[in-house]
T-cell receptor
């Protein structure tokens, strides 16, 4: 297993366009998270899946954002009608277990630039 | 809500110097505490963690002790190397509020000069 992989690594899009990012977690991990990180800040939580169920969404996740995890495997994050404020690094992480102590493994992220 | 506050960087040290990066937190209940590190061009990696009060997490010469009385989890290393240059993030996880994800601080950039 090569860890958490994200695709694409970089995306430049024009304002108003839709974009979709993919995350492939570590195969046996039941939990999957999406975070957003802007320059000079720590990652901010966006949404969380346990298996295929989306159990939590941050208030940061406006109605232009949607995430899926069909069959509890890979996940996609779609942003509709992108805005310049959406420019950020989008991070995916996965973990195994039920408690709060489990280690999250992060992908290298997808850097989105909206022009 | 939960929050994590870290000292601002960058922190610039000479090789073999002593490192302290301060981290304090606000959380409901009994969170687990983590330090993650991000090396240039790489993803976030767990450096160490502590799950209850007075626990000490350690890895690669780094240590941090969970201090509930001061709500702190300061990162220390006795002798830093150039290869330790990275951004360090303090984070917490607490299921008491129903949150299953990590809450991060803003990160502290460490630059170690030869």
């Amino acid at each position: 297993d090569t860890g958490v992989s994200q695709d694409p690594r970089h995306k430049i899009t024009k304002r108003g366009q839709n974009v979709t990012f993919r995350c492939d977690p570590i195969s046996e991990h039941n939990r999957l998270y999406w975070y957003r990180q802007t320059l000079g800040q720590g990652p901010e939580f966006l949404t969380y899946f346990q298996n295929e169920a989306q159990l939590e969404k941050s208030r940061l996740l406006s109605d232009r954002f949607s995430a899926e995890r069909p069959k509890g495997s890979f996940s996609t994050l779609e942003i509709q009608r992108t805005e310049q404020g959406d420019s950020a690094m989008y991070l995916c992480a996965s973990s195994w277990g039920q408690g709060q102590n489990t280690e999250a493994f992060f992908g290298q992220g997808t850097r989105l630039t909206v022009v | 809500g939960d929050s994590v506050t870290q000292m601002e960087g960058p922190v610039t040290l000479s090789e073999e110097a002593f490192l302290t990066i301060n981290c304090t937190y606000t959380a409901t209940g009994y969170p687990s505490l983590f330090w993650y590190v991000q090396y240039p061009g790489e993803g976030l990696q767990l450096l160490l963690k502590a799950t209850k009060a007075d626990d000490k997490g350690s890895n690669k010469g780094f240590e941090a002790t969970y201090r509930k009385e001061t709500t702190s989890f300061h990162l220390e290393k006795g002798s830093v190397q150039v290869s330790d240059s990275a951004v360090y993030f303090c984070a917490l996880s607490s299921m008491d509020t129903g949150r299953r994800a990590l809450t991060f601080g803003s990160g502290t950039r460490l630059q170690v000069q030869p």
